[in-house]
């Protein structure tokens, strides 16, 4: 039974060999085809990922900004090179963007605004011309350099203090100013440069951070006794220290950067930190209302405020580096002066006083504001 068996079991094999050995041609070409399919299938795969990665990079498009430098085309390479999305920068002072979009019934000129005083911010969030973001990274930074609602950001901070030609003030034979009280000396009658505050952010924070200090009736006793050492006030931001270094004024009213720093050098000035207190000035980032590439927009803060090489790479280009104020958490930064020397400012002032100073202003400076 066991031979029956063995033998019923052979049969069907052999005619399964003969019939594997015959189709063994067709079976190699069924079995090359699929591999030759499956490596076509991957090979496609890969071209489509490559493909969607390419158009991952650009789905962007591009993003319009105006800025307060064209030094920050840097960053905003930076940013192109990791996502695609390629950039176009103007350059504006902070009061001039308001004003422009006030003028144009809100028609934002860019995407993103970055840089300038936040007083400029303040009073486009009230105009409802900025748009909420909710930034990943929020939680990060101070509560006081950023919107409750998520309308502005911070970027820093600019301090502001003298730059003091000493030849020329060896030839009016007067001392170096040690405070701001200093600055109304007569000896420095028409020797004294500043920016306009209308135009410039940053001294407009300086004039409302000293108003809160003294007060408003002593504050603007302060100012016109300022008046009238001030030669005039310059339409650009750089003006006062470039042309107090070149010998045009024994001082001038600055923003304290790098560029401050190197300049004092190169021309044998003096930089002082007023002794009754520095002012500071939040510089401002928020994302237009109404802006035609808002997801860019928002993606490059996320960018920027989400890692901190990116944030290291923007307090280069702004030579200072107070982001450290504004993000504590982040490393390798110190902000390079003692913070305690700081005013004392309420910053929602600066934005809800603004009108008012400035119609103040106007009045006292007259003809010296360039405009």
Same mark, same amino acid.
């Given at each position: ?32 085809? +699929? ?26 498009? /591009? ?32 009061? #001039?963007?308001? /004003? ?7 028609? *934002?000129?860019a995407d993103l605004w970055f840089g ?9 969030? +009230? ?39 000493? &030849? ?10 040690k405070s701001w009280d200093d600055l ?12 306009? *505050? ?17 007060? &408003? %009736? ?9 008046? %009238? ?18 010998? #045009? ?29 520095? *002012?500071?000035?939040? %510089? ?30 923007? +307090? ?11 993000? *504590? ?40 504001? %360039?405009?």
């Amino acid at each position: 039974m066991k031979k029956i068996f063995n033998i019923a079991w052979a049969l069907p094999l052999a005619a399964s060999l003969l019939l594997a050995s015959c189709g063994g041609s067709t079976a190699m070409q069924s079995t090359g085809a +699929a591999s030759s399919s499956e490596e076509s299938s991957a090979e496609s795969e890969k071209a489509e990922t490559t493909a969607a990665a390419a158009d991952s990079a650009s789905e962007g498009g /591009s993003l319009s900004v105006v800025a307060t430098s064209k030094d920050y085309q840097k960053l905003f390479d930076s940013f192109t090179a990791d996502t695609g999305i390629k950039t176009e920068l103007l350059s504006m002072s902070s009061g #001039e963007v308001l /004003s422009k979009l006030k003028a144009e019934g809100g028609t *934002p000129m860019a995407d993103l605004w970055f840089g300038g005083g936040i007083d400029a911010f303040m009073s486009a969030k +009230a105009d409802g011309l900025l748009e909420k973001v909710e930034l990943d990274a929020a939680k990060d930074i101070a509560s006081d350099y950023k919107d409750s609602e998520g309308y502005w950001y911070t970027k820093g901070l600019t301090v502001v203090g003298f730059i003091v030609n000493t &030849e020329e003030l060896k030839k009016l034979g007067a001392p170096e100013p040690k405070s701001w009280d200093d600055l109304t000396n007569p000896a420095y009658k028409d020797e004294i440069l500043m920016s306009n *505050p209308a135009i410039s952010g940053t001294n407009y924070g300086v004039v409302n951070a000293i108003l809160q200090k003294k007060g &408003e %009736e002593e504050g603007w006793k302060y100012f016109t006794s300022l008046n %009238e050492n001030v030669k005039y006030y310059a339409k650009r931001g750089g003006d006062p220290r470039e042309k107090t270094a070149a010998g #045009e004024a024994a001082i001038g009213i600055t923003p304290m950067d790098k560029k401050t720093e190197k300049l004092a050098e190169e021309q044998n000035c003096s930089l002082v930190y007023p002794s009754d207190g520095i *002012p500071y000035i939040p %510089e401002g980032v928020a994302v237009f209302k109404g802006a035609k590439n808002k997801d860019a927009a928002v993606k490059f803060l996320n960018w920027l405020y989400s890692s901190d090489e990116h944030l290291k790479e923007l +307090a280069e280009i702004d030579g200072k580096n107070t982001i450290k104020v504004v993000k *504590p958490n982040i490393e390798g930064l110190d902000a390079g002066f003692d913070l305690n020397t700081l005013m004392q400012e309420d910053l929602s002032l600066f934005g809800s006083q603004r009108d008012q100073i400035l119609a103040n202003w106007d009045s006292l400076a007259g003809q010296k504001a %360039e405009s």
